[in-house]
């Protein structure tokens, strides 16, 4: 009962948090761009808050050391399935290559990733430190797995709606091609979060989706129709992570 009232109360509180920063984001414009990294630590400080009401004296969140192997899985896992949906498209289209990455500074690149690691743990200390375990104890993995990513995905849709996260395709194809890459994101998330007991390598896991995407292969790439194919609205790369998560 104690869970159950935790994860509506954490629910809750996120989505308020959470809204009251999208708010801030829509009508504040590109002047407000910042707020997003904010946003992204919603669901850390209603974890805290949680974690305060109800498991006071209890070990939470994940905060704990993993095998070394389960950081490299959560590191390289984005790697294969971005670097094989972006490397089909180039192959398939090369006029739509650049050639060129987003920055060619070693130490800027290195700083961009010390960021996404940043705001990664923001987010992951939320859905994968709480609410990913406490629903996989009151239900199964695979039923866990399905709600908690469905909420995450619901979770950006906001932004998305109001066109200023991953834009570029009909609303629809948009909002449904993205839920489906995040649930299959989720239950890979969920393997390497439940067996290795720690959090750390759910936050490598989506600090180097992140990056990968966002600062490495999307730059690399141009096309009007890119959106469509690859990245998280992509189908390729949507069909490729449901296979790597089954």
């Known amino acids: 009962m104690k869970d159950k009232k935790a994860i509506r109360l954490f629910l809750i509180i996120t989505f308020v948090l959470s809204g009251i920063c999208y708010y801030i984001r829509i009508v504040g414009g590109d002047a407000a761009a910042g707020m997003t990294s904010i946003l992204m630590w919603c669901p850390a400080i209603s974890a805290f808050i949680i974690k305060r009401i109800y498991y006071r004296k209890e070990k939470l969140l994940g905060w704990n050391r993993c095998k070394f192997t389960y950081i490299l899985i959560g590191l390289f896992v984005p790697v294969i399935y971005l670097g094989l949906s972006y490397s089909l498209y180039w192959i398939i289209n090369r006029d739509v290559i650049t050639g060129e990455i987003y920055s060619n500074s070693i130490g800027i690149l290195f ?19 709480f609410l990913l375990p406490k629903m996989s104890e009151l239900w199964n993995v695979k039923t866990a797995v399905v709600v908690s990513g469905l909420i995450w995905a619901i979770w950006h849709f906001p932004l998305m709606i109001a066109g200023l996260y991953i834009p570029g395709t009909p609303l629809w194809y948009q909002l449904s091609i993205f839920t489906i890459e995040i649930i299959a994101i989720t239950a890979i998330m969920a393997i390497i979060r439940l067996k290795s007991k720690s959090v750390w390598p759910a936050i490598i896991l989506h600090a180097s989706h992140n990056y990968f995407d966002q600062i490495i292969f999307s730059p690399l790439t141009i096309g009007e129709k890119s959106a469509y194919i ?15 998560a089954l």
Do not use: K, M, N, Q
């Open 111 to 129: 700083v961009l990733f010390i960021s996404s690691i940043i705001t990664a743990t923001g987010e992951e200390i939320g859905w994968r430190g």
């Open 230 to 244: 690859v990245g998280e609205t992509g189908v390729i790369t949507a069909v490729i992570i449901v296979l790597l």
